[in-house]
């Protein structure tokens, strides 16, 4: 089943504590992207690769790092959580960077930040 | 400011009754996509219109892209609860890639 996951879905955590949260896709998908949802706010994306080794920032990367070392895997990092971090993260991947493209969601991973 | 204005906010209403919700922008996208998310999980693509004045249908729910394609609206005609969620149009500005999302739609159909 063509699909993208990410681990964990929930988590609570403290400020400062370093954390990492997964997304893996199955669909040999270039185009990886990481968004968060805020009440009111919509989706809003961190950071987004085109292809192995290449990312860069989206329209909110402050206090975030992403790598893509394989074409699968594009892991979100919180170096320094902060309770403005407090979220609910998406990961996408799609065919290409257009913006034409279906974007494929996770499930969702809801972080709280104490 | 957000690029794209979803209206309204949230909408509640009976089963059976029709509804439509919107999608406005000052600028000129090149397409739009419409997304539904349900409780606890990612959105889900519904349609991407791109030509203006395109209608497009997906069983009870209609679509349209703006003649000058600035805005985008979702049409739901005798609504039933399993289209309870959220409703999110997203688009790339004509002048950029990247997609940009609106705010959402939060619709509830009571039974």
């Known amino acids: 089943e063509a699909q993208v996951t990410q681990n964990p879905r929930y988590l609570i955590t403290v400020t400062g504590k370093k954390l990492t949260v997964t997304c893996s896709q199955n669909?040999?998908?270039?185009?990886m992207s990481w968004y968060r949802q805020d009440p009111g706010l919509g989706l809003r994306q961190i950071y987004y690769?085109?292809?192995?080794?290449?990312?860069d920032k989206g329209d909110v990367p402050e206090g975030y790092k992403v790598s893509r070392k394989e074409k699968r895997n594009f892991p979100l990092i919180l170096e320094s959580p902060s309770p403005n971090q407090t979220s609910l993260y998406f990961c996408?991947?799609?065919?290409?960077?257009?913006?034409?493209?279906?974007?494929?969601f996770g499930p969702g991973t809801r972080l709280t930040v104490l | 400011t957000q690029l794209l204005e979803q209206s309204p906010q949230f909408l509640s209403i009976q089963e059976g009754e029709n509804l439509t919700v919107y999608c406005n922008s000052s600028?000129?996208?090149?397409?739009l996509q419409w997304y539904r998310q349900e409780p606890g999980e990612g959105p889900v693509l519904l349609v991407t219109?791109?030509?203006?004045?395109e209608v497009k249908k997906l069983k009870r729910l209609t679509f349209q892209f703006g003649d000058a394609r600035k805005d985008s609206s979702l049409h739901i005609t005798a609504a039933q609860p399993g289209d309870t969620g959220l409703y999110l149009c997203?688009?790339?500005?004509?002048?950029?890639?990247?997609?940009?999302f609106g705010a959402g739609t939060i619709l509830r159909v009571k039974s």
């Open positions: 669909m040999n998908h270039e185009y």
């Open positions: 600028s000129v996208f090149s397409s």
């Open positions: 690769s085109m292809n192995v080794e290449v990312t």
């Open positions: 219109v791109v030509t203006g004045g």
């Open positions: 997203a688009g790339p500005p004509e002048y950029g890639n990247k997609l940009v």
């Open positions: 996408a991947s799609s065919l290409g960077a257009s913006g034409r493209n279906e974007q494929f």
